[in-house]
């Protein structure tokens, strides 16, 4: 697998992150997104429990955190390999964008994306997801998402620069197996943060986050 030069990622701090949405806030505001589309979503992980000890008094396990999470603009995209009309394709970039000229809708990369990341527009009969806003970096300006954080957990730059500074790419709930499609994404876990496989914890918002 070869990379692409000047692969652009995506960054998340999680320790920095409050949770607050604005990043998604930005994101609908940004590509005038239809009511139920969210290209960028926020998931709340939490879980543990209050135990009892044997003289009496308790201690707790008690933990939470947040992710937010949009399209990878991944090294292998599965959504580029189960489309049959190669609508869905990577550019010179890496970026992986909808051609909307191709697209008829099938919805086969919604479901293979074990991000979700691809959402269906019933208006349009069309797919939509994460472009990077592509407009924005040939200006040189940052992604709305980022911009818009005001805690600066997320960020963006070069792929290979940003995994170089980072080191390995943890695998943290509730995100699935990184192997899957190798993000391009560099994450910095938060201090409470559980490991892929876990289930000792829930996503508290999943009206938002159904496919995280």
């Known amino acids: 697998m070869t990379r692409e030069l000047n692969k652009w990622a995506f960054t998340l701090d999680a320790q920095q992150c409050t949770g607050c949405k604005t990043c998604m806030v930005a994101c609908k505001d940004k590509n005038n ?7 960028r979503r ?9 135990m ?3 003289d009496g008094t308790f201690m707790q396990d008690v933990f939470t955190y947040y992710v ?20 869905m394709h990577p550019d010179e970039n890496g970026i992986v964008t909808v051609d909307q000229g191709k697209c008829m809708g099938c919805r086969y990369c919604e479901w293979a994306c074990p991000y979700g990341a691809p959402q269906f527009d019933a208006d349009a009969g069309r797919m939509t997801k994460c472009n990077f806003c592509e407009d924005y970096l040939s200006e040189g300006r940052s992604p709305a998402c980022v911009s818009a954080c005001p805690t600066r957990a997320l960020g963006f730059g070069p792929w290979d620069e940003l995994e170089k500074d980072a080191g390995s790419q943890p695998d943290i709930a509730p995100l699935p ?3 899957i499609t190798t993000p391009c994404s560099v994450l910095v876990p938060h201090r409470m943060s559980r490991t892929q496989d876990d289930v000792t914890g829930t996503i508290a918002n999943p009206e938002e986050n159904k496919d995280a």
């Open 33 to 39: 997104l239809a009511l139920g589309l969210r290209w």
């Open 42 to 50: 926020v998931a709340e992980y939490c879980g543990g429990q209050w």
């Open 52 to 54: 009892p000890l044997p």
């Open 68 to 87: 937010s999470v949009s399209c990878n603009h991944c090294m292998d995209p599965i959504c580029t390999q189960v489309c049959p009309t190669t609508a």
């Open 177 to 179: 197996d990184i192997k």
